[in-house]
């Protein structure tokens, strides 16, 4: 097996997806953990290796309303949930009562590399200076190394990391069984 590395620019940093990588799980299994932290900045990531297609990933990532957690959303519904995958897509959710709220919006896009949305979510919308959501992906043996990485920055925002990751951390579980089952 040789080893491949891509790179997927990501608003200025690089997020090197490492095929191989000794440190990954292995299928179906996740590892997440804040990798930076400070008062004003953390940083979050989620990995595991998936058995699957790149085509896969990509559908399913669209699919946001079929694997996000009703429980973190403002009408309580991960139905009205949208994300167009495509370079000014938003993450949206829109309510009952015909209002439409943005998440998040799509910034890159590539099928073959993963996505970058701006994206402050739940209680950090309003209090950062950024908040880079991405997803990179790259083959890996017979499947799919998937990596979400969450860049955020603001004052105080430090406080916030491990209730964020524990969030985000539950979010991608959701969509790594979405990917490999159809359900979340």
Known sequence: MTRRNVQFRAAGIALAVAAGAPALSSAGGANAEVIERSADHFVL???????????????????????????????????????RTEVGGCFCEANVQGATFEHGRVVEADPALGVLLHAALGPLKGKTTRADWSFGWSSHGPGIELVMTYVVSGEGVGAWADGVDSVMSGQFQRLTRYIEYGEP
């Open 45 to 83: 990531r989620n990995t595991t290796v998936l058995e699957t297609t790149l085509e896969d990933v990509w559908t399913s990532l669209g699919d946001v309303d079929q694997w996000w957690d009703g429980a973190h959303t403002y009408s309580g519904d991960a139905a009205n949930m949208s994300l």
